[in-house]
């Protein structure tokens, strides 16, 4: 199996203890490249994690030829512009939540990678956590009444 060569466009806190480390700790998968704006915190990011290339430009790492596939994980405002330029260069997308800011965005992400066959996914990795599964299985059965909001 081809190990998958990971970009990480925005290295905030959500990068620092859960995916950062976790595209490294994962089978056939390594974190290359990571972009933040401000290069100085990319560099120190890319440093501390043992990453092996930095960018302050996102269409830099978009474009790197060694990344494979990109994890979006700015504030949402931006995942709609990032997944599209993934997207355009046939770049796989792993966007955190929220998906985006509305609808119509979601739906333009969906719609460009469908149409160009490249898969998107959305960082909701909680439903599969048994704490969840219970609450759902709960509210389901009907053993906790009516879940009225």
């Not at 060569?5 to 998968?29: D, L, M, Y």
Request: with cysteine; hydrophobic share 35%; aromatic share 10%.
């Amino acid at each position: 199996m081809k190990t998958i060569r990971w970009g990480i466009i925005g290295c905030g806190n959500v990068t620092e203890v859960k995916s950062g480390p976790g595209f490294q700790k994962a089978s056939h998968s390594s974190l290359v490249a990571v972009m933040r704006r401000d290069g100085r915190l990319a560099q120190d990011y890319a440093q501390r994690h043992g990453v092996p290339k930095w960018y302050d430009d996102a269409g830099a790492l978009i474009h790197d030829p060694e990344v494979d596939a990109v994890y979006i994980a700015t504030p949402p405002a931006f995942h709609r512009e990032y997944t599209l330029a993934c997207a355009q260069v046939g770049k796989p997308v792993y966007v955190e939540k929220p998906m985006a800011m509305n609808w119509q965005e979601c739906h333009d992400m969906i719609e460009t990678c469908r149409s160009g066959e490249i898969p998107l996914f959305v960082a909701y990795y909680r439903r599969a956590l048994p704490r969840f599964l219970k609450i759902k299985e709960l509210g389901e059965s009907g053993t906790i009444g009516e879940v009225r909001s």
